[in-house]
């Protein structure tokens, strides 16, 4: 017997291609249904890894259709993501207490769990794509491997409580990641006041949600109420922090690119023309300088493109250091402000330059005005060897 289109538009052709992939062929399987002959281990392998592959095949599907995070689109595919898993989630709870019409009961306590895995695979992804493209990973790593533990929890936990609690908390870390990252594009705004608020937001919806499943399974949630109610706090109160002590990637801006380059001049027509050393001839995509060989009186600059949704401007600064030798430790020497425009799809270009420097081990990091680390680049001044014939590029 074929597989049964469930879904027909909207949002729901996302999951009803990933069911066509073969977890109706599963399905069909547990309830006696013909399927085509399939290896038993090879079932059971797939279905005890049903939420990897889910979260696989939205990575990979999110990073083909996620572009920009100001775009409608986008905004819908992720919006998409956070209704499914509500919608599925109450289908669920409302399956298991036989609060929906007999003729649906299996259907819904077989099928609401997919819809859980797949929008929970999808949404965390997408915030990993946008978080990720935000920040430097050097910065942010913390908050990256929360969402990749938040994906490996869920094929490890098999309690019934604890598996109520995890579907709210993973809905939870989704929700509240989407909502600081959605609020800055719809107001053009971002910082401290509205982050706080973003979360408040967040918090407000899943208090509404947990009222909901209140009413649909009042004496289960009674049950655990004060452990859903830590949980929840906890992924608030961590969600802040990580903000506040800038791990959280300073979303929604995101670095393009940054380079090192001896010259750097912009034309009336707004083009910008970037000046580095040839490399040698297995350096075929070296585009900016990694070792800046400097003589007296030279400049050294830094060009970078930061993308900022359509609505938004905001400041950057471009902080200049170089790694203390006896120490290792890196010391500032100057910290140099631009403000950028969004709306730009390669990302608002601009660059400083300093005049002061030294031999070493130098870095210009891109950072916002609360000291959050888009990205950094690298390199080394050598004051001691003459520079290679320089390159010219337009940007």
Known sequence: MQPVRIFSSGPFLLLDYFLQLGFVTIANMNVGLKTPKV???????????????????????????????????????????VILAMVSLTLLYAGVADKVPYRWSHKVRYYAPLGVQFSFGGLLSGMLIF???????????????????????NETIKDRAARLIYNLAILFIGLFSYVVLVIPVLTGYMGAVVFVLSGL???????????LLMK?????????????????????????????????????????????????????????QLKYEKGSWWQFLKDSDTKYHAVAGDNIFCFAKVFAPTKLETDIYHSWEYRDENTGE?????????????????GFRGYTLIQNFRAGDWRCSVETKRGQVLGREYFEVVTDEAPNELVTRIE
């Open 39 to 81: 290896p038993q281990q090879t079932v059971a392998r797939v279905r005890r890894h049903w939420m990897t592959l889910a979260f696989f095949f939205g990575f990979v599907l999110d990073n083909l259709t996620l572009n920009r995070v100001d775009q409608v689109f986008d905004n819908l595919v992720l919006f998409s993501y």
């Open 131 to 153: 978080y990720g493209r935000s920040g430097a990973w050097a910065a942010s790593w913390p908050f990256l491997l929360v969402i990749l533990l938040a994906i490996y929890g």
């Open 201 to 211: 937001l967040a918090a407000l919806i899943m208090y509404a949600f947990v009222r």
């Open 216 to 272: 649909i399974i009042p004496k289960y949630m009674a049950l655990h109420m004060r452990s859903i109610t830590f949980t929840l706090g906890v992924i608030f109160v961590s969600f802040n922090t990580l903000y506040f002590t800038n791990i959280i990637p300073p979303i929604p801006l995101s670095l393009k690119d940054v380079g090192i380059y001896h010259s750097v001049v912009r034309f009336e027509n707004g083009d910008y």
């Open 330 to 346: 890196w010391i500032e020497t100057a910290h140099l402000p631009y403000q950028i425009a969004g709306g730009r799809g390669d």
